[in-house]
């Protein structure tokens, strides 16, 4: 039996809705199979064409949310470990992979971390860095100071951050600054976020989209070796955390619609007119 695209979406669905509630059961490809009324390889095929990703993937990223998700609540990192399936704390770590704040930090809403900011006006309203001593965190566009170190602290709702603007963060404030006025942002970043191996990947090629050009969620799903991924490139571009340093802004709609953004899709248009300007103005004085 051939799965209809609509009958893949239905399977996937039910698999992930299993998944995702016991994730730390021992699921096994033809137990995924029988719930999902199909072969292994249709379900294979069917995830690959839904997530982008195959079913082991998914749980693997499952028990990485119920992991984080977790440690969230009064337990230690040992229960979470177990409670989220994992065997061994080494296979939790590897598995989890966060650059820079460790899982305990990151649960504890960025306990223990120490955050400093900077803000600064730009031609999009007013830009806040963020940074810990390892590099930059966090990025985001806003009207009001008050209303950016509200959402920092939302973002990192126990981290211990500065009480007043920090004068130390103006590399970074500069870069921020660089990408709103469509000018060169520089080569090398410290930074400091998590995200997934498939995260990076999307983040990393939103970084080599050049200044005044854009690219759809598909393009950029082929560039990362994973054509069928639409809807998780989208996901990525949705939660990355450095706006305009990680420039998602660049990616619009398969027909060049400005899709939803994070700031507004006012402060997207703005970016990319204000690009688009820069770079005709560059080979028109050539």
């Known amino acids: 039996m051939m799965l209809t695209p609509e009958t893949r979406e239905e399977v996937v669905g039910r698999v992930c ?4 509630k016991r994730p730390s059961a021992a699921w096994t490809s033809a ?30 990223a499952s028990k990485r949310r119920r992991f984080l998700d977790t440690l969230r609540t009064p337990v230690t990192v040992t229960d979470a470990i177990y409670e989220s399936g994992y065997g061994s704390s080494s296979r939790a770590y590897d598995a989890i992979r966060l650059p820079g704040m460790t899982p305990a930090t990151y649960g504890r809403g960025g306990k223990g971390a120490r955050i400093q900011w900077a803000v600064a006006s730009s031609p999009i309203g007013r830009i806040m860095v963020a940074a810990t001593a390892r590099g930059l965190c966090f990025v985001q566009v806003g009207q009001s100071d008050r209303e950016l170190v509200t959402l920092l602290k939302r973002e990192f ?15 970074l404030t500069d870069a921020a600054r660089a990408v709103a006025e469509a000018k060169p942002l520089p080569a090398m970043l410290p930074v400091d976020i998590r995200g997934t191996a498939f995260q990076w ?65 006012e402060v997207k248009k703005a970016l990319l007119e204000k690009e688009a300007e820069t770079v005709k103005k560059r080979q028109a004085g050539r």
């Not at 082929?222 to 420039?247: D, F, K």
């Open 201 to 265: 990947r999307v983040w990393r090629a939103l970084t080599r989209i050049p200044r005044g050009s854009t690219r759809s969620y598909s393009e950029v799903a082929r560039t990362i070796g994973t054509p069928a991924a639409i809807r998780a490139v989208a996901r990525a571009c949705a939660t990355n955390p450095l706006s305009l340093v990680v420039p998602c802004h660049r990616v619009v709609g398969r027909d060049g619609s400005l899709k939803g953004y994070r700031w507004g899709t």
């Open 31 to 60: 137990r995924l199979a029988t719930m999902a009324g199909a072969s292994p390889v249709q379900l294979q095929r069917a995830f690959r064409a839904v997530l982008g990703m195959s079913p082991r993937d998914f749980i693997t």
């Open 157 to 171: 709702p126990l981290a211990d951050v500065s009480q007043s603007a920090s004068a130390s963060l103006d590399m």
């Open 17 to 20: 809705a299993a998944v995702t």
